[in-house]
């Protein structure tokens, strides 16, 4: 249980001191302050106790880190306010509501269908990486690392067997998120029912809702499966994460410590994505193993086929809302590319 709970923590909420050294007598040159919405329990959680460990070995006391777990430092909003403040002097593993309200181009990597599976999200969160650095750095802070929430799906109370049967299910529309939202209604959702996510278990049961949407292991652990038993396994977005920090405060870090810092956070970062990623699966196979239906192959195409053609015209309206133009045309130039050397290789 204790593996599930960074994600559906994240998941569930998406819908101090000046920037000087420390000088005081037993204090480190450096104190580090960041916050998350991570619980102080759990696998995730564990990373972060090594990184403070490293980091106070590598830097012989100069450096440490202080993290405030569990949303002690407020939502992501209040994370990033706190930031530009001075108060803390970064965030950790924070989700598109607290990237994107820092660097809205992030949102980018939230459009429906833009990945079809994580060697994808890999190429691209690899290769744009300097892009995006930059666009963070424009907005003040340094993208330390990525991280992420995963895929969503799409899971219904009833059988699906058309796109027909999708413009009229009732299905939940989470408030706070909306390219979310506009990503639903481009996709053929008729009747979307505004909730925070906590609400979504009565609505399900009471039958306000037909449907509702997440990753796999927060469909498990916040019991939505008992309700909704048939899933359209294709994934619809992507959610990423975050780990960034002031630029303000780390330019002022000698070089040496600011280069050991940025290193004992990223040589972790594939080990996050693995843990999540397994998460993700474990649920998978759990929901499987607990009756859950996937639609057929064959209709699933033939109603996310429609979703798509819906869907693709939002990659464009978006842009200069959230995104410039040149950022989605260098992610689709890039995905065009890697999707034809898959190919060839087969």
Request: with cysteine; glycine share 8%.
């Amino acid at each position: 249980m204790k593996r599930i709970v960074f994600v559906v923590t994240m998941f569930l909420l998406i819908a101090g001191g000046t920037a000087v050294a420390e000088d005081k007598k037993g204090e480190p040159e450096y104190l580090i302050k960041m916050a998350t919405l991570v619980p102080e329990v759990g696998d995730v959680s564990e990373h972060f106790f090594e990184m403070k460990k490293e980091l106070e070995e590598r830097t012989q006391g100069r450096m440490k880190l202080r993290v405030y777990f569990g949303g002690v430092m407020g939502d992501e909003p209040d994370i990033i306010k706190k930031i530009r403040l001075g108060q803390l002097h970064g965030g950790m593993m924070l989700t598109l509501l607290g990237l994107g309200h820092i660097c809205p181009a992030s949102k980018v990597l939230q459009l429906p269908f833009l990945f079809n599976n994580y060697g994808e999200v890999d190429h691209i969160l690899t290769t744009t990486r300097p892009t995006f650095a930059r666009l963070f750095e424009e907005k003040g802070v340094y993208l330390v690392t990525w991280s992420e929430i995963g895929f969503g799906y799409f899971v219904f109370k009833d059988p699906i067997d058309s796109f027909e049967d999708i413009k009229k299910i009732k299905m939940v529309s989470f408030t706070g998120d909306p390219v979310f939202a506009e990503s639903e209604k481009t996709a053929g959702f008729e009747n979307l029912i505004p909730l925070h996510i906590s609400e979504t278990l009565t609505g399900l049961q009471t039958g306000l809702l037909q449907g509702t949407f997440g990753p796999y292991v927060s469909i498990v652990a916040l019991q939505w499966f008992s309700y909704a038993k048939y899933a359209l396994n294709v994934p619809f977005s992507y959610s990423p994460g975050g780990t960034i920090v002031s630029k303000k405060y780390f330019d002022k870090i000698p070089p040496d410590l600011k280069e050991i810092f940025f290193d004992v956070l990223r040589k972790r970062e594939p080990m996050m994505m693995d843990l999540i990623r397994k998460m993700e699966k474990d649920s998978y196979d759990e929901l499987v193993q607990h009756g859950m239906v996937v639609i057929g192959k064959d209709k699933a195409a033939a109603i996310t086929g429609e979703m798509k053609k819906g869907t693709r015209p939002l990659y464009d309206k978006l842009v200069d809302e959230y995104y410039p133009a040149s950022l989605l045309k260098e992610i689709q130039n890039k995905l065009e590319k890697y999707r034809a050397q898959k190919e060839a290789k087969k």
